[in-house]
């Protein structure tokens, strides 16, 4: 018996040793431990995006298209792990709208994928964001965060793209559609200590708009629809 409960201690012993070790390994030691203890931070952020509108009785068939946008940022860490930013920027909005091919042939005014539904927008993104106090990797953390976007859309117009001879057909939509939106957003990535000159922000976001974008019930009747952003967010912060 006491055979048995020296191995048993000595397997238990061995396991924690081995735990403990194998703990030891995966404490990670970066150069500037307190970089990230910088309470504010200003920086400008890029966005590169998929958007659409999605919903029930849409008057056209849409595809996502791609959009751009920016956001000059301000982010006040009142925690280690928790802080607050409020932002105010530009960002596209909107969807590819399906037409019909009728001729079948490549590179034609027929074509589908060419008409676009545009929506210029002023965000002003409020969120409240999370961080962990461990690195992933020397000099990284982990971070994501939620928020809501009240949006100004100052310009709704049609574009269908000419590649013939560059003059593309616009009109200008937007007394049909709505002004304002608010959109809920999250976000999830990494904040990346950039030679401590900067901090640099990698992250996936996106955002859903609760305000119903079509208003002329006469032009578009049943229509309910929302905005829908998908896309990736690149950042520094000083």
């Not at 060419?114 to 409240?128: A, Y």
Request: aromatic share 14%.
């Amino acid at each position: 018996m006491l055979k048995y409960t020296f191995l048993l201690m000595l397997l238990v012993g061995s396991t924690t040793l081995a735990l403990a070790q194998k703990k030891e390994k995966k404490e990670i030691k970066e150069d500037n431990p307190t970089f990230f203890d910088k309470k504010m931070r200003i920086g400008g952020i890029f966005t590169q995006s998929w958007t659409n509108v999605v919903g029930k009785d849409l008057p056209h068939s849409y595809f996502a298209k791609p959009s751009l946008g920016g956001v000059i940022s301000m982010q006040y860490y009142f925690q280690k792990t928790l802080g607050v930013s409020i932002g105010l920027g530009y960002q596209q909005r909107g969807a590819g709208i399906i037409t019909p091919d009728f001729v079948k042939e490549l590179g034609n005014a027929d074509s589908t994928y060419r008409h676009r539904l545009r929506m210029n927008c002023i965000d002003l993104p409020i969120m409240l964001h999370w961080r962990a106090t461990r690195p992933t990797i020397a000099g990284t953390r982990w971070t994501a965060g939620v928020g809501v976007i009240p949006t100004y859309i100052f310009k709704t117009g049609s574009i269908f793209h000419s590649v013939e001879d560059g003059f593309h057909d616009m009109q200008n939509w937007s007394s049909d559609f709505a002004k304002f939106d608010v959109a809920g957003t999250a976000e999830g990535g990494l904040d990346i200590n950039a030679s401590d000159g900067c901090l640099f922000q990698v992250r996936l976001w996106g955002s859903y708009g609760f305000i119903n974008p079509y208003k002329n019930d006469a032009l578009w009747g049943t229509a309910k629809g929302a905005n829908l952003t998908l896309g990736l967010k690149i950042g520094f912060m000083f």
